[in-house]
């Protein structure tokens, strides 16, 4: 298959890393007191919304253009032929990557519909084929698994998973995909927005609270539920 690479304009956008991007549009959010619920039912005293970023073209032409950097460094331009979104956040992101290569794109729900077709994924299917899956973000990884079991079951192969935003404290996450065979890219994780937060106005006692997280994401929840 022929690969169309898009260029992309950087001269837009003075140079930002991926974290002064989440930080600058405010994707990062901070709670002193109510913590965030994630969806695997943890307790988090921040929360990454990284879909703020589909709001912003200049940023999001930006992230994009890093994701398609990091995916042709790290794959050879073979590793992947065919993008699959995640629902929901995952979906865009997908599809902006497919198109940058001009590859074939799909995604994945994370039921079956119902009714209908009750697909669970959504596109024409390959058999055989390899597939990039996308998401927004990582946090333990239990979506990702559900995701990669759905393309595995329809036939198709999975051995990297691309986010714009994980955040490396879980350790399971690793080593779940680890034993699924599939490698994690991200553009950035929770460190790299920490060590530059403070000049984008988060107080001393929220970032505190959130390096208390990152060291011992368990012990601070174990803490919050007392
Ligand atoms: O469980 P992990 O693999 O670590 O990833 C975290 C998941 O949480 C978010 O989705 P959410 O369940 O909030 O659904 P949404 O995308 O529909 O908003 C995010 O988009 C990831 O899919
Ligand atoms: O794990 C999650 O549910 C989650 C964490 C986070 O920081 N942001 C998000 O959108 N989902």
């Not at 119902?114 to 055989?128: A, D, L, M, T």
Request: glycine letters at 4%; one cysteine or more; a neutral charge.
């Amino acid at each position: 298959m022929t690969r169309i690479i898009k260029s992309f304009d950087y001269s837009l956008t003075p140079a930002k890393t991926p974290a002064d991007i989440l930080l600058d549009i405010q994707a990062v959010y901070i709670s002193e007191n109510k913590p965030f619920i994630f969806t695997s039912g943890r307790l988090s005293p921040i929360y990454v919304d990284c879909r703020k970023i589909i709001s912003f073209p200049t940023e999001r032409r930006l992230l994009i253009a890093m994701a398609v950097e990091q995916l042709i460094a790290m794959s050879t331009e073979t590793a992947f032929d065919m993008v699959a979104g995640g629902e929901t956040a995952g979906i865009p992101f997908a599809a902006w990557i497919a198109d940058a290569f001009n590859l074939p794109m799909l995604y994945i729900r994370k039921e079956a519909k119902g009714f209908g077709c009750n697909f669970r994924i959504e596109g024409q299917v390959r058999k055989g084929a390899r597939v990039l899956l996308v998401e927004d973000l990582a946090t333990d990884c239990l979506s990702k698994i559900s995701f990669i079991e759905a393309i595995r079951d329809a036939g198709m192969q999975v051995a990297h998973c691309f986010v714009i935003f994980e955040y490396g404290v879980f350790a399971n996450c690793s080593t779940i995909l680890q034993k699924e065979s599939v490698e994690l890219h991200s553009l950035c994780n929770l460190l790299d927005i920490l060590v530059i937060a403070k000049q984008y106005g988060y107080t001393a006692k929220k970032l505190v609270e959130v390096f208390t997280f990152l060291n011992d994401p368990e012990a601070w929840q174990s803490r919050i539920k007392e």
